[in-house]
Protein backbone atom coordinates (compact mmCIF):
# COMPACT_ATOMS: atom_id res chain seq x y z
CA UNK A 1 0.00 0.00 0.00
CA UNK A 2 1.13 3.50 -0.45
CA UNK A 3 2.37 5.68 1.95
CA UNK A 4 -0.84 8.52 2.49
CA UNK A 5 0.30 10.71 5.59
CA UNK A 6 -1.47 14.11 5.77
CA UNK A 7 0.60 15.34 8.35
CA UNK A 8 -1.02 19.08 8.40
CA UNK A 9 -12.19 10.23 39.12
CA UNK A 10 -15.90 9.63 38.02
CA UNK A 11 -17.36 12.35 35.88
CA UNK A 12 -17.08 15.50 38.06
CA UNK A 13 -18.83 18.89 37.39
CA UNK A 14 -16.17 21.84 37.62
CA UNK A 15 -16.38 24.28 40.70
CA UNK A 16 -14.68 27.58 40.19
CA UNK A 17 -11.59 28.86 42.55
CA UNK A 18 -10.48 31.76 40.15
CA UNK A 19 -12.03 34.75 38.33
CA UNK A 20 -10.98 34.71 34.87
CA UNK A 21 -12.74 36.40 32.15
CA UNK A 22 -14.89 34.33 29.24
CA UNK A 23 -16.38 34.54 26.02
CA UNK A 24 -19.58 32.28 26.61
CA UNK A 25 -22.71 32.92 25.47
CA UNK A 26 -26.04 33.47 26.89
CA UNK A 27 -26.76 29.84 27.39
CA UNK A 28 -23.58 29.04 29.38
CA UNK A 29 -23.09 31.24 32.40
CA UNK A 30 -19.53 33.20 32.29
CA UNK A 31 -16.53 32.00 34.99
CA UNK A 32 -17.11 35.37 36.77
CA UNK A 33 -20.62 34.85 37.20
CA UNK A 34 -20.33 30.85 38.53
CA UNK A 35 -18.13 33.20 41.75
CA UNK A 36 -21.62 33.98 43.20
CA UNK A 37 -22.99 30.72 42.06
CA UNK A 38 -24.28 28.12 44.19
CA UNK A 39 -22.31 24.46 44.41
CA UNK A 40 -25.60 22.85 43.29
CA UNK A 41 -25.63 25.31 40.07
CA UNK A 42 -22.26 24.89 39.24
CA UNK A 43 -22.36 20.94 39.85
CA UNK A 44 -24.99 20.77 37.25
CA UNK A 45 -23.21 22.91 34.43
CA UNK A 46 -23.22 21.16 31.43
CA UNK A 47 -19.52 21.22 28.54
CA UNK A 48 -19.23 25.25 27.44
CA UNK A 49 -20.85 26.81 24.30
CA UNK A 50 -17.71 27.45 23.00
CA UNK A 51 -14.05 25.10 24.02
CA UNK A 52 -12.44 28.07 25.41
CA UNK A 53 -15.90 28.92 27.32
CA UNK A 54 -13.87 27.45 30.76
CA UNK A 55 -10.44 29.04 30.33
CA UNK A 56 -8.85 28.90 34.29
CA UNK A 57 -11.36 26.62 35.46
CA UNK A 58 -10.96 24.73 38.78
CA UNK A 59 -11.99 21.33 38.60
CA UNK A 60 -14.10 19.43 41.18
CA UNK A 61 -11.59 18.72 44.24
CA UNK A 62 -10.09 15.18 44.01
CA UNK A 63 -10.40 13.24 47.58
CA UNK A 64 -8.15 10.12 48.40
CA UNK A 65 -8.95 7.98 50.97
CA UNK A 66 -6.41 5.98 53.33
CA UNK A 67 -2.87 5.54 54.56
CA UNK A 68 -1.64 2.82 51.44
CA UNK A 69 1.64 4.38 49.40
CA UNK A 70 -0.43 6.68 47.25
CA UNK A 71 0.84 6.63 43.26
CA UNK A 72 0.23 8.80 40.10
CA UNK A 73 1.74 7.92 36.89
CA UNK A 74 2.87 10.24 34.40
CA UNK A 75 2.68 9.74 30.28
CA UNK A 76 3.03 11.76 27.13
CA UNK A 77 3.16 12.07 22.87
CA UNK A 78 1.66 8.56 23.73
CA UNK A 79 -1.50 8.53 20.89
CA UNK A 80 -0.68 6.53 17.63
CA UNK A 81 -2.11 7.02 14.48
CA UNK A 82 -5.78 5.80 13.62
CA UNK A 83 -5.25 4.29 10.39
CA UNK A 84 -8.87 2.59 10.48
CA UNK A 85 -10.60 5.63 10.29
CA UNK A 86 -11.98 7.28 7.17
CA UNK A 87 -11.77 10.87 7.81
CA UNK A 88 -14.67 13.28 6.85
CA UNK A 89 -14.70 16.03 4.47
CA UNK A 90 -12.10 13.93 1.99
CA UNK A 91 -9.33 13.90 4.26
CA UNK A 92 -6.72 11.69 3.70
CA UNK A 93 -6.68 8.72 6.19
CA UNK A 94 -3.89 8.60 8.79
CA UNK A 95 -1.59 5.94 6.78
CA UNK A 96 2.40 6.12 7.00
CA UNK A 97 3.35 2.25 5.78
CA UNK A 98 2.17 -0.81 5.18
CA UNK A 99 -0.22 -2.39 7.53
CA UNK A 100 -1.01 1.08 8.45
CA UNK A 101 -4.24 0.66 7.69
CA UNK A 102 -5.81 -1.64 10.42
CA UNK A 103 -7.51 -1.14 14.04
CA UNK A 104 -5.35 -0.03 17.11
CA UNK A 105 -2.19 2.72 17.50
CA UNK A 106 0.36 3.00 14.57
CA UNK A 107 3.49 4.85 15.50
CA UNK A 108 4.13 8.10 13.72
CA UNK A 109 7.73 7.42 11.71
CA UNK A 110 9.47 10.79 12.39
CA UNK A 111 12.94 11.82 12.14
CA UNK A 112 16.33 10.83 13.90
CA UNK A 113 19.48 13.44 14.74
CA UNK A 114 22.28 13.56 16.44
CA UNK A 115 22.16 14.87 19.46
CA UNK A 116 23.34 18.27 18.99
CA UNK A 117 20.44 18.32 16.23
CA UNK A 118 23.31 19.33 13.68
CA UNK A 119 23.31 16.09 11.48
CA UNK A 120 19.98 14.23 10.25
CA UNK A 121 20.59 10.57 10.72
CA UNK A 122 17.33 9.21 9.39
CA UNK A 123 14.65 11.00 7.13
CA UNK A 124 11.05 10.55 7.28
CA UNK A 125 11.29 8.59 3.81
CA UNK A 126 13.99 6.39 5.00
CA UNK A 127 12.30 5.47 8.01
CA UNK A 128 9.46 4.36 6.39
CA UNK A 129 11.29 2.62 4.22
CA UNK A 130 12.30 0.54 7.40
CA UNK A 131 8.70 -0.04 8.77
CA UNK A 132 7.80 -1.38 5.04
CA UNK A 133 10.94 -4.03 4.91
CA UNK A 134 11.07 -5.00 8.26
CA UNK A 135 14.27 -3.43 8.90
CA UNK A 136 15.82 -5.29 5.56
CA UNK A 137 16.09 -1.96 3.99
CA UNK A 138 17.01 1.18 6.82
CA UNK A 139 19.66 3.07 6.61
CA UNK A 140 22.22 2.27 9.96
CA UNK A 141 21.69 6.07 11.22
CA UNK A 142 17.63 5.05 12.13
CA UNK A 143 18.61 2.81 14.57
CA UNK A 144 15.16 0.85 14.28
CA UNK A 145 14.67 -1.76 16.60
CA UNK A 146 12.25 -4.32 15.20
CA UNK A 147 9.73 -5.09 17.73
CA UNK A 148 10.31 -1.36 19.90
CA UNK A 149 10.10 1.04 17.28
CA UNK A 150 7.04 -1.20 15.32
CA UNK A 151 5.03 -0.98 18.77
CA UNK A 152 5.62 1.60 21.21
CA UNK A 153 2.98 2.68 22.36
CA UNK A 154 1.31 -1.00 22.93
CA UNK A 155 4.87 -1.86 24.91
CA UNK A 156 4.71 1.43 27.02
CA UNK A 157 0.63 0.53 27.47
CA UNK A 158 1.47 -2.96 28.71
CA UNK A 159 4.36 -1.77 31.18
CA UNK A 160 2.02 0.94 32.47
CA UNK A 161 -0.85 -1.25 33.32
CA UNK A 162 1.31 -3.63 34.82
CA UNK A 163 2.39 -1.58 36.66
CA UNK A 164 -0.99 0.13 37.65
CA UNK A 165 -2.19 -3.36 38.88
CA UNK A 166 0.60 -3.14 41.21
CA UNK A 167 0.71 0.15 42.40
CA UNK A 168 -2.62 1.34 41.64
CA UNK A 169 -2.17 4.92 40.55
CA UNK A 170 -5.11 7.42 41.68
CA UNK A 171 -4.70 9.67 38.39
CA UNK A 172 -2.68 9.55 35.25
CA UNK A 173 -1.13 13.12 34.45
CA UNK A 174 -1.11 13.57 30.56
CA UNK A 175 0.95 16.06 28.97
CA UNK A 176 -0.40 15.96 25.33
CA UNK A 177 0.28 14.53 21.92
CA UNK A 178 -2.72 12.37 22.83
CA UNK A 179 -3.14 11.62 18.87
CA UNK A 180 -0.89 11.96 15.72
CA UNK A 181 -0.69 13.41 13.76
CA UNK A 182 -2.71 16.20 13.68
CA UNK A 183 -5.02 15.26 16.63
CA UNK A 184 -9.01 14.89 15.86
CA UNK A 185 -9.04 14.68 12.08
CA UNK A 186 -11.77 16.97 11.42
CA UNK A 187 -12.49 20.50 10.96
CA UNK A 188 -12.96 22.34 14.88
CA UNK A 189 -16.05 23.68 15.10
CA UNK A 190 -18.41 20.75 16.12
CA UNK A 191 -21.07 21.35 18.95
CA UNK A 192 -19.61 20.90 22.19
CA UNK A 193 -22.42 19.06 23.54
CA UNK A 194 -21.35 15.66 22.08
CA UNK A 195 -18.88 13.72 20.42
CA UNK A 196 -18.70 13.20 16.91
CA UNK A 197 -17.85 9.47 15.00
CA UNK A 198 -14.41 10.91 13.89
CA UNK A 199 -13.94 11.69 17.51
CA UNK A 200 -15.52 9.07 18.93
CA UNK A 201 -13.56 6.19 16.67
CA UNK A 202 -10.18 7.74 17.71
CA UNK A 203 -10.49 7.81 21.37
CA UNK A 204 -11.69 4.07 20.98
CA UNK A 205 -9.10 2.97 19.22
CA UNK A 206 -5.90 4.81 20.29
CA UNK A 207 -7.13 5.65 24.53
CA UNK A 208 -10.16 3.55 25.85
CA UNK A 209 -8.66 0.47 23.56
CA UNK A 210 -5.31 0.33 24.83
CA UNK A 211 -5.34 1.74 28.75
CA UNK A 212 -7.22 -0.14 30.49
CA UNK A 213 -7.12 -2.86 33.41
CA UNK A 214 -7.09 -3.58 36.79
CA UNK A 215 -5.21 -0.39 38.73
CA UNK A 216 -6.34 1.84 35.45
CA UNK A 217 -9.94 1.41 35.24
CA UNK A 218 -11.89 4.42 36.21
CA UNK A 219 -9.22 6.47 36.86
CA UNK A 220 -8.65 10.41 36.06
CA UNK A 221 -6.72 11.27 33.30
CA UNK A 222 -5.41 14.88 33.98
CA UNK A 223 -4.88 16.32 30.35
CA UNK A 224 -3.38 19.08 28.01
CA UNK A 225 -3.54 19.72 24.53
CA UNK A 226 -0.35 19.21 22.88
CA UNK A 227 0.84 21.11 19.49
CA UNK A 228 0.04 17.65 17.59
CA UNK A 229 -3.81 18.13 19.26
CA UNK A 230 -4.10 21.31 17.83
CA UNK A 231 -3.07 20.13 14.10
CA UNK A 232 0.64 20.02 14.16
CA UNK A 233 1.39 22.07 11.21
CA UNK A 234 -2.77 23.52 11.22
CA UNK A 235 -4.63 25.35 13.78
CA UNK A 236 -8.27 23.67 12.93
CA UNK A 237 -8.59 20.34 13.58
CA UNK A 238 -10.61 18.57 16.17
CA UNK A 239 -8.93 20.40 19.42
CA UNK A 240 -12.31 21.68 20.85
CA UNK A 241 -13.65 17.46 20.47
CA UNK A 242 -10.91 16.75 22.56
CA UNK A 243 -12.21 19.36 25.30
CA UNK A 244 -15.86 17.94 24.55
CA UNK A 245 -14.55 14.44 25.49
CA UNK A 246 -14.17 15.63 29.25
CA UNK A 247 -18.13 15.62 29.44
CA UNK A 248 -18.69 12.27 27.58
CA UNK A 249 -15.98 10.00 29.62
CA UNK A 250 -15.70 9.07 33.12
CA UNK A 251 -11.94 9.21 33.34
CA UNK A 252 -10.83 12.26 30.27
CA UNK A 253 -10.33 15.22 31.90
CA UNK A 254 -9.48 18.16 29.72
CA UNK A 255 -12.51 21.37 29.95
CA UNK A 256 -9.92 23.96 28.94
CA UNK A 257 -6.19 24.18 27.69
CA UNK A 258 -5.38 26.10 31.33
CA UNK A 259 -7.27 24.56 34.37
CA UNK A 260 -6.09 23.31 37.66
CA UNK A 261 -7.03 20.34 39.62
CA UNK A 262 -6.76 19.86 43.60
CA UNK A 263 -6.18 16.33 45.56
CA UNK A 264 -6.53 16.14 49.10
CA UNK A 265 -4.82 12.85 51.07
CA UNK A 266 -6.92 13.95 53.89
CA UNK A 267 -6.16 10.65 56.00
CA UNK A 268 -2.32 11.36 55.14
CA UNK A 269 -2.84 14.98 55.72
CA UNK A 270 -1.62 16.37 52.83
CA UNK A 271 -2.67 18.29 49.48
CA UNK A 272 -1.35 18.88 45.79
CA UNK A 273 -2.23 21.51 43.34
CA UNK A 274 -1.61 20.72 39.59
CA UNK A 275 -1.50 23.97 37.32
CA UNK A 276 -2.61 22.39 33.54
CA UNK A 277 -1.04 24.95 31.41
CA UNK A 278 -0.69 25.24 27.53
CA UNK A 279 2.78 26.38 26.40
CA UNK A 280 1.87 25.45 22.58
CA UNK A 281 3.03 29.20 21.62
CA UNK A 282 6.14 27.98 20.88
CA UNK A 283 5.26 26.45 17.77
CA UNK A 284 2.88 29.32 16.33
CA UNK A 285 5.05 31.27 14.02
CA UNK A 286 4.62 34.07 11.38
CA UNK A 287 2.61 32.14 8.67
CA UNK A 288 5.80 32.25 6.05
CA UNK A 289 8.15 30.58 8.76
CA UNK A 290 8.81 27.24 9.62
CA UNK A 291 5.87 25.96 7.90
CA UNK A 292 6.79 21.79 9.19
CA UNK A 293 6.66 22.95 12.83
CA UNK A 294 4.07 26.08 12.91
CA UNK A 295 0.51 25.46 13.66
CA UNK A 296 -0.20 28.94 11.72
CA UNK A 297 2.11 28.12 9.00
CA UNK A 298 0.14 29.39 5.46
CA UNK A 299 1.56 26.74 3.63
CA UNK A 300 -0.45 24.10 5.45
CA UNK A 301 -3.61 25.49 7.04
CA UNK A 302 -6.73 25.68 4.61
CA UNK A 303 -7.59 28.81 2.64
CA UNK A 304 -10.27 30.50 4.95
CA UNK A 305 -8.87 28.23 8.15
CA UNK A 306 -11.15 29.57 11.13
CA UNK A 307 -11.69 28.22 14.80
CA UNK A 308 -13.58 31.30 15.65
CA UNK A 309 -16.96 29.78 16.30
CA UNK A 310 -15.58 27.66 19.08
CA UNK A 311 -13.48 30.52 20.72
CA UNK A 312 -10.10 29.41 18.59
CA UNK A 313 -8.63 31.35 16.09
CA UNK A 314 -9.75 33.16 13.28
CA UNK A 315 -7.64 33.11 10.77
CA UNK A 316 -3.88 31.97 9.35
CA UNK A 317 -3.22 35.66 9.91
CA UNK A 318 -4.37 35.91 13.62
CA UNK A 319 -2.92 32.53 14.58
CA UNK A 320 0.35 33.34 15.68
CA UNK A 321 -1.14 36.57 18.41
CA UNK A 322 -3.99 33.73 19.35
CA UNK A 323 -1.75 31.12 20.80
CA UNK A 324 0.86 33.96 22.53
CA UNK A 325 -2.35 35.79 23.86
CA UNK A 326 -3.71 32.22 25.05
CA UNK A 327 -0.33 31.90 26.59
CA UNK A 328 0.22 35.10 28.51
CA UNK A 329 -3.04 35.20 29.73
CA UNK A 330 -2.41 31.52 31.34
CA UNK A 331 1.08 32.64 32.70
CA UNK A 332 -0.63 35.44 34.78
CA UNK A 333 -3.62 32.41 36.32
CA UNK A 334 -0.92 30.31 37.05
CA UNK A 335 1.21 32.93 39.18
CA UNK A 336 -2.39 34.09 40.48
CA UNK A 337 -2.98 30.62 41.58
CA UNK A 338 0.40 29.63 42.78
CA UNK A 339 -0.39 32.61 45.05
CA UNK A 340 -3.19 31.68 46.06
CA UNK A 341 -2.40 27.92 46.83
CA UNK A 342 -2.15 26.62 50.52
CA UNK A 343 -1.28 22.74 49.35
CA UNK A 344 1.51 20.75 50.61
CA UNK A 345 2.86 20.38 46.95
CA UNK A 346 2.54 23.05 43.80
CA UNK A 347 2.89 21.26 40.76
CA UNK A 348 2.71 22.47 36.89
CA UNK A 349 2.29 20.56 33.77
CA UNK A 350 2.42 21.66 30.09
CA UNK A 351 2.83 20.05 26.59
CA UNK A 352 6.29 21.90 26.17
CA UNK A 353 9.73 20.33 27.42
CA UNK A 354 12.11 21.80 30.24
CA UNK A 355 14.26 24.22 28.96
CA UNK A 356 11.85 26.02 27.30
CA UNK A 357 11.09 29.65 28.83
CA UNK A 358 12.79 28.97 32.12
CA UNK A 359 13.36 31.89 33.86
CA UNK A 360 10.00 31.89 34.15
CA UNK A 361 9.36 28.90 35.26
CA UNK A 362 12.62 29.55 38.00
CA UNK A 363 10.79 32.42 39.20
CA UNK A 364 7.54 30.32 39.89
CA UNK A 365 9.65 27.77 41.54
CA UNK A 366 12.10 30.76 43.57
CA UNK A 367 8.88 33.03 44.43
CA UNK A 368 6.09 31.10 44.15
CA UNK A 369 7.25 27.48 45.81
CA UNK A 370 6.44 25.64 42.67
CA UNK A 371 7.74 21.98 43.04
CA UNK A 372 7.86 20.68 40.35
CA UNK A 373 7.52 20.83 36.63
CA UNK A 374 5.62 18.50 34.09
CA UNK A 375 6.76 18.51 30.45
CA UNK A 376 6.74 16.44 27.43
CA UNK A 377 7.15 17.42 23.58
CA UNK A 378 10.80 15.63 23.35
CA UNK A 379 10.43 12.31 22.20
CA UNK A 380 12.28 10.34 24.97
CA UNK A 381 12.39 10.05 28.98
CA UNK A 382 14.57 12.60 30.75
CA UNK A 383 14.60 12.89 34.42
CA UNK A 384 16.44 16.40 35.47
CA UNK A 385 16.77 16.70 39.15
CA UNK A 386 17.53 19.53 40.77
CA UNK A 387 17.88 21.58 37.19
CA UNK A 388 20.45 24.32 37.46
CA UNK A 389 18.61 25.86 34.49
CA UNK A 390 15.32 26.01 36.28
CA UNK A 391 16.81 27.55 39.85
CA UNK A 392 16.97 23.38 41.36
CA UNK A 393 13.64 22.75 40.28
CA UNK A 394 12.98 19.18 39.27
CA UNK A 395 11.65 18.84 35.62
CA UNK A 396 10.68 15.78 33.85
CA UNK A 397 10.05 15.01 30.36
CA UNK A 398 7.92 12.04 29.05
CA UNK A 399 7.56 12.18 25.69
CA UNK A 400 8.07 8.96 25.24
CA UNK A 401 4.66 7.43 25.09
CA UNK A 402 5.34 6.11 21.70
CA UNK A 403 2.52 7.45 19.61
CA UNK A 404 5.60 8.49 17.62
CA UNK A 405 9.09 7.18 17.33
CA UNK A 406 11.96 8.29 20.10
CA UNK A 407 14.30 11.51 19.55
CA UNK A 408 17.06 8.31 19.27
CA UNK A 409 17.30 4.47 18.61
CA UNK A 410 16.15 2.65 21.78
CA UNK A 411 18.51 -0.23 21.01
CA UNK A 412 22.39 -0.59 22.76
CA UNK A 413 24.13 3.11 21.21
CA UNK A 414 23.03 5.75 23.43
CA UNK A 415 25.39 8.22 22.74
CA UNK A 416 22.90 10.53 21.06
CA UNK A 417 19.96 10.20 23.76
CA UNK A 418 19.55 13.28 26.18
CA UNK A 419 17.55 11.64 28.90
CA UNK A 420 17.68 7.98 30.56
CA UNK A 421 15.23 6.60 27.98
CA UNK A 422 13.50 6.79 24.67
CA UNK A 423 10.30 4.79 25.23
CA UNK A 424 8.32 5.03 28.65
CA UNK A 425 6.51 6.61 31.72
CA UNK A 426 7.01 7.91 35.46
CA UNK A 427 5.74 6.70 38.42
CA UNK A 428 5.36 9.77 41.10
CA UNK A 429 5.17 8.13 44.94
CA UNK A 430 3.32 11.04 46.63
CA UNK A 431 3.47 12.16 50.42
CA UNK A 432 3.25 15.13 52.91
CA UNK A 433 7.33 15.27 53.01
CA UNK A 434 8.70 13.92 49.38
CA UNK A 435 7.71 12.90 45.60
CA UNK A 436 9.67 9.68 44.95
CA UNK A 437 10.34 9.87 41.15
CA UNK A 438 10.79 6.60 39.08
CA UNK A 439 11.21 6.52 35.19
CA UNK A 440 9.83 3.47 33.83
CA UNK A 441 10.75 1.86 30.77
CA UNK A 442 9.06 0.57 27.84
CA UNK A 443 9.97 -3.12 29.32
CA UNK A 444 9.18 -2.09 33.23
CA UNK A 445 12.69 -1.80 34.28
CA UNK A 446 13.03 1.59 36.71
CA UNK A 447 15.77 3.32 34.39
CA UNK A 448 16.25 6.29 37.25
CA UNK A 449 15.19 7.75 40.60
CA UNK A 450 15.31 11.10 42.25
CA UNK A 451 13.39 12.72 45.16
CA UNK A 452 11.68 16.02 45.02
CA UNK A 453 10.86 18.07 48.53
CA UNK A 454 8.39 20.47 49.65
CA UNK A 455 9.95 24.26 48.28
Known amino acids: MAAQTRIAGILLMPWLATSVESSASNSTPSLRGLLNASFAQVSSMGPPAKALDYKGIAWSPISVEGT ?12 GMDGSLIPPGGRHRIIAYEGGHTPGPHVFPRTRWNKPHSELLCSHDEFVDCFNTNGQTCPSGCGFVVGVD ?27 DNFYWGGIEEDCGAAMHSITATARHQFDQIFEGVYSG ?4 GKPWLSVLGNHDWGGRVFNNGWDQQIAYTWSS ?13 VD ?22 PAEDPEHNMCSRKYNPEGASCAATGGPASVDECEEFFWGLYAESKVWAEERLKEST ?14 DAGWYSMLHVQHGLDLLVTGHRHDQELQANSPALAGMT ?26 GQYGFYDLTVSKDKILIESINYDGKVLAAATVYPK
Open 68 to 79: REMHVFAIGDWG
Open 150 to 176: TQPQLLVADALKARAAEKRPDYILNVG
Open 214 to 217: PGLD
Open 250 to 262: SRWRLPAPYWSQH
Open 265 to 286: YPSLGFSIDFLMTDSNAIDAKD
Open 343 to 356: ADWQVLVTHFPCGH
Open 395 to 420: CLVTGGGGGITSEASPGEDRSHWYGE
